[in-house]
C-alpha cells in the first residue's frame, strides 16, 4: 500500500499543511512601576519594557494644584485558584479631582489586542462612594470614542463602555470591595472599517497561567468605534478617592498578559525525582513478577 505522501505524489498533488500562526508570550509593552525613591511622580517616568513610544504624562485638570500619582516600591499581588500573577517592582497610587496618566505605545500592527492591569480601590472620594471612579481607558485612533475599563462613577460594579460617559456602559455583578485587588483582562477587537463596531471583552479575576476559554466570567461590548489602530493608555480616577494601579500589560495573546511564575529549579527537580523513582518501583516490582 502506497504511504499517503507517496500517494498525493502518485496522484500529481502536493499537500500544503497550514500552520496558524503562534502568538507571542511576551508582552508588547509592559508596565510594572519599578521607579525610585519611594513617592517619586510618575510623569515623567519611561521605564518598563516592549514598544512603549514616550513617557508617562500627567493631565491636570484645571481643578488641581498639580500631579497627584505617586510610585510605590512594594507592588501589589494577585492569585486565583492558587494560581499567582508573575509580578515586579512597584506600583502606582493615584488620588486627586482628576487624575489622568497617559502613555503612548506602538502596537506593532496588531488589531486584536490583550490589556490587563491591577486594580484597588483604598479609599473614598469627596462626592460619596458610587462616584468614585478608577480604570483603564484605551486609546485608539478616534477621538473621543475611547474605552474605559473598571470602577466607573455611575456605580461600584466593574464595567465597560465609554470613557467620560457612563451612557450604554456594560456592568457585571462583581462589586469592586474596597482594598481589595482585581486583575482585569481586556480583549480588544478593531474593526479597521472606519465606521464599523469595535467589540471588547472584559475578563474579571481571571486565573493566571490559564488557558483564555476556561474562564467565563465575563462581559462584552461591540457597539463603539474607537478607530482603525491602537495608539496608547490612560490610567485615571477622580472625585479625589484614592486608587492602586500595577502590573500593566499589553500582548498579542492571553497568555501574554496573564502570566505566572515559571516553576523554580527545585520543584523541577523534586517531579523529575519523584518520576525516577516511580520508574525505578515499577521496574522492580516487574522483575519480581508483582
Given at each position: 500500500m502506497l504511504s499517503h505522501s507517496r500517494a498525493f505524489a502518485a496522484l500529481g498533488l502536493t499537500l500544503v499543511i497550514s500552520v496558524p500562526a503562534i502568538a507571542s508570550t511576551t508582552p508588547i509593552a509592559y508596565e510594572g512601576f519599578a521607579y525610585t525613591p519611594n513617592g517619586v511622580l510618575l510623569a515623567g517616568?519611561?521605564?518598563?519594557?516592549?514598544?512603549?513610544?514616550?513617557?508617562w504624562a500627567e493631565n491636570v485638570d484645571t481643578s488641581e494644584s498639580g500631579p497627584n500619582d505617586t510610585v510605590l516600591t512594594s507592588g501589589l499581588t494577585y492569585s486565583s485558584s492558587g494560581q499567582s500573577l508573575l509580578t515586579s517592582g512597584g506600583l502606582l497610587h493615584s488620588t486627586g479631582v482628576s487624575s489622568d496618566d497617559t502613555r503612548t505605545f506602538?502596537?506593532?500592527?496588531?488589531?486584536?489586542?490583550y490589556y490587563s492591569f491591577l486594580l484597588r480601590h483604598d479609599s473614598l472620594g469627596n462626592q460619596g462612594s458610587t462616584a468614585d471612579y478608577g480604570g483603564l481607558v484605551i486609546n485608539g485612533t478616534n477621538a473621543g470614542t475611547d474605552l474605559f475599563v473598571g470602577d466607573p462613577g455611575e456605580n461600584n460594579f466593574i464595567s465597560i463602555g465609554q470613557a467620560g460617559t457612563g451612557t450604554g456602559e456594560v456592568s457585571s455583578a462583581t462589586t469592586l470591595a474596597m482594598n481589595t485587588v482585581a486583575f482585569l483582562v481586556a480583549r480588544v477587537t478593531l474593526n479597521t472599517t472606519n465606521g464599523a463596531a469595535d467589540s471588547l471583552r472584559l475578563y474579571i479575576n481571571p486565573?493566571?497561567?490559564s488557558l483564555e476559554a476556561s474562564n467565563t466570567d465575563f462581559i462584552d461590548k461591540n457597539n463603539l468605534d474607537i478607530g482603525t489602530a491602537f495608539t496608547g493608555v490612560e490610567l485615571i480616577s477622580g472625585f479625589n478617592a484614592g486608587w492602586?494601579?500595577?502590573?500593566?500589560?499589553?500582548?498579542d495573546s492571553f497568555a501574554a498578559v496573564t502570566p505566572?511564575?515559571?516553576?523554580?529549579?527545585?520543584g523541577l527537580l523534586a517531579i523529575a525525582a519523584s518520576g525516577l523513582l516511580?520508574?525505578?518501583r515499577r521496574r522492580t516490582q516487574s522483575t519480581q513478577g508483582i
Open positions: 517616568q519611561n521605564g518598563g519594557t516592549g514598544t512603549w513610544t514616550g513617557a506602538n502596537p506593532s500592527g496588531n488589531t486584536v489586542l486565573t493566571p497561567g492602586t494601579f500595577d502590573e500593566l500589560r499589553i500582548g505566572a511564575p515559571e516553576p523554580s529549579s527545585v516511580l520508574r525505578r
